[in-house]
């Protein structure tokens, strides 16, 4: 399995370690990418996180999220790099997780940390990407998402203050950045 990038907060690689040891405890800074998918609409594809999954598990989330594989070589860890690296790896674990294509472009990155009841937390340098689908073909990887939904963007803004409790802490603070001025 591959290793997790682990960063510091001017996103440094410092070394990598596995999934378990990053999202132990307080968690490590490592790398991840939270995707958002519009259609032409403008409704954001929501999904449903896994059952399956050791963290926010059926909680309700950005369209599709994870953490860049460690590259083959130290250039493409490189902070210049990292960027169209990860780029390529978000747009894969698309067609992975959801069953199409979307080309991505990253809007942002921040630092996200939330611990998850005991079971541990995310400690994440997160680039976030948007990209557009307007096909409704989706073949969800059930090990991954429960479930899909279009919905419009001022819909989930008040749904998240309606209902905090059903949605993933880093679809919060993302929302809270657009808020503040990036475009979608």
Excluded at 138 to 167: G, H, M, Q, R, T
């Amino acid at each position: 399995m591959n290793k997790l990038i682990v960063v510091d907060k001017n996103d440094k690689v410092l070394g990598y370690k596995s999934w378990e040891e990053c999202h132990r405890l307080k968690g490590i800074l490592h790398r991840a990418f939270s995707i958002f998918i519009f259609n032409n609409k403008n409704e954001l594809l929501l999904q449903k996180r896994s059952k399956y999954k050791p963290l926010w598990p059926l909680y309700w989330s950005n369209t599709c999220c994870s953490h860049p594989g460690n590259a083959k070589n130290a250039k493409e860890t490189d902070a210049r790099n990292a960027k169209k690296n990860l780029t390529k790896q978000a747009e894969k674990r698309v067609k992975e997780e959801l069953g199409f294509s979307a080309k991505l472009k990253v809007l942002y990155k921040f630092c996200c940390q939330a611990v998850y009841k005991s079971k541990g937390s995310e400690n994440e340098l997160c680039y976030v990407l948007l990209g557009k689908y307007d096909d409704q073909k989706i073949k969800l990887d059930k090990k991954e998402v429960a479930d899909c939904k279009w919905i419009s963007f001022d819909w989930l803004k008040k749904d998240i203050n309606k209902n905090p409790d059903i949605y993933t802490p880093w679809l919060k603070m993302e929302l809270k950045e657009f808020q503040k001025g990036s475009s979608l």
